[in-house]
């Protein structure tokens, strides 16, 4: 399948961009994936040894220190969000359990 716009997530990609100038025949869908595909990984797996308690579960006035760092990244325009646990990961789970549900983010 061959396109030269395509609406996506409520995003109307427009392949005349620099980085695949429009062509004969339109773009393929793995060429247009290569485009629209952002990630990001937020790595929160360590003990924090040297700084005492787990850096997950300081809190920073009214919210956890990993809840500001995921409120910032699921409003952002990333398609997908990595969350790496490891470190205290079932109390991470406990304390930050509803909004790890969130759709563009896996752990």
Do not use: C
């Not at 395509?6 to 961009?17: A, D, I, M, P």
């Not at 339109?26 to 929160?44: D, K, P, R, S, Y």
């Not at 990333?78 to 304390?95: F, K, T």
């Amino acid at each position: 399948m061959h396109v030269n716009d395509l609406n996506l997530g409520g995003h109307l990609v427009k392949t005349t961009s620099s980085i695949f100038p429009r062509r004969q025949g339109g773009f393929t869908m793995v060429e247009l994936a290569i485009v629209l595909v952002i990630a990001g990984i937020i790595l929160a797996a360590g003990a924090s040894t040297r700084f005492g308690e787990p850096k997950q579960l300081l809190r920073l006035k009214d919210k956890y220190l990993l809840e500001w760092v995921l409120d910032a990244t699921l409003k952002s325009e990333l398609n997908r969000i990595v969350l790496v646990l490891g470190y205290a990961h079932q109390e991470i789970l406990q304390i930050h359990g509803e909004k790890l549900q969130h759709s563009k983010l896996s752990i």
